[in-house]
């Protein structure tokens, strides 16, 4: 596994922000949220470290947000691949600043066996 899938599963939560392009508003990160796709980048990794985070709308959870007056928090969920690990990313976000913390849970280890090392089934 690799150091970087190792620093962000392990220890404490890790500064994240939401990455938005054109322009990072709570509009256009709603707009990502109902496409169901959105970037989440890790600050605090040697040039920080984008990830495309698949939604995940039943681990979601937005009963915290408001979209229209952009206060509230949301916490988003979504699996996904990380240099040949299948993880979930986790990302507290507040909505007025897009910014929170994050982490990831390893699913299964390296070139497909699971956490213990065993190989996993496809």
Known sequence: M???VKRLSQGTAHPVEVSLRPERNV???KEALDRGYVHIKFTNTQGGTELGV???QSRTDSRAADFESETGRIRIAGDLMLNYVK???IADIELPSMQGQGHLE???GEHGTDANGARASR
């Open 87 to 89: 993880v979930r990313c």
């Open 2 to 4: 690799s150091d970087l």
């Open 54 to 56: 698949p939604i995940d």
């Open 106 to 108: 390893v699913l299964e």
């Open 27 to 29: 509009k256009t990160f």
